[in-house]
């Protein structure tokens, strides 16, 4: 089993950054692929980033490429977003999620079988 918490949402002016972390506990967490995911009010949750538990490979949503970077330190069992040139439109509940997947899709929400319980992140215009 993990649990998972995040910390690092907050608000922000538009242009600006911030660095989500997320902090998991339990055995399983070196094993498990890790993602994040936000949703928006009125809108379904939908992936942003994810990261194999080797961190050899990451995976981004096309519209945070460029911006936003997942990283992980198992021996810290850590987990961080960091995001640049944040927009409005990246305003929502991001949450921090792990997938026993391990070769398989870890873009799909239905991958992932642990949640963290978010954390805010506003941008203003």
């Known amino acids: 089993q993990v649990q998972l918490v995040e910390s690092g949402g907050g608000l922000v002016q538009a242009g600006g950054s911030l660095r989500l972390s997320c902090a998991a506990s339990?055995?399983?967490?070196?094993?498990?692929?890790m993602g994040w995911f936000r949703q928006a009010p009125g809108k379904e949750r939908e992936f942003v980033a994810a990261?194999?538990?080797?961190?050899?490979?990451?995976y981004y949503a096309d519209f945070v490429k460029g911006r936003f970077t997942i990283s992980r330190d198992n021996a810290k069992n850590m987990v961080w977003l960091q995001m640049n040139n944040l927009k409005p439109e990246d305003t929502a509940v991001y949450y921090c999620?792990?997938?026993?997947?391990?070769?398989?899709?870890?873009?799909?929400?239905?991958?992932?079988?642990?949640w963290g319980q978010g954390t805010q992140v506003t941008v203003s215009s």
């Open positions: 999620a792990a997938s026993p997947v391990v070769s398989g899709s870890i873009q799909l929400r239905a991958a992932y079988n642990y």
């Open positions: 990261i194999r538990w080797s961190s050899s490979t990451t």
């Open positions: 339990g055995r399983a967490f070196s094993r498990s692929a």
